[in-house]
Nanobody, 115 residues
Framework: QVHLVESGGGLVQPGDSVRLSCAASELIFSNHWMNWVRQAPGKGLEWLAEINPGSTRTYYSDSVKGRFTISRDNAKSTLYLQMSNLKFEDTARYYC????????RGQGTQVTVSS
């Protein structure tokens, strides 16, 4: 069974930067496309970013393009999301997932943007 553990969230101010991490186990990490999704209070899951196994292709939603960067370290079986210029509307629980629809995701890490 896939095991994904996100970390790195917290309380930040608008304009701050944060890096989220996702440690993977029980899968051959380097074989899989990986995604970040989030869920804001009272809303559904929103896909944010995707990266291919070799890190040669990345895709982003319009809402985060230019502010967020997805990356991975296959040797460490770890996925990252570097978030910059955070806005109030980025407040959400962030998950790494095997698929864009959020299936096979971890427990998530909370990011709260507040002044």
């Amino acid at each position: 069974q896939v095991h994904l553990v996100e970390s790195g969230g917290g309380l930040v101010q608008p304009g701050d930067s944060v890096r989220l991490s996702c440690a993977a186990s029980e899968l051959i990490f380097s074989n899989h496309w990986m995604n970040w999704v989030r869920q804001a209070p009272g809303k559904g899951l929103e896909w944010l970013a995707e990266i291919n196994p070799g890190s040669t292709r990345t895709y982003y939603s319009d809402s985060v393009k230019g502010r967020f960067t997805i990356s991975r370290d296959n040797a460490k079986s770890t996925l990252y999301l570097q978030m910059s210029n955070l806005k109030f509307e980025d407040t959400a629980r962030y998950y790494c997932a095997l698929h864009r629809d959020g299936t096979h995701r971890g427990q998530g890490t909370q990011v709260t943007v507040s002044s």
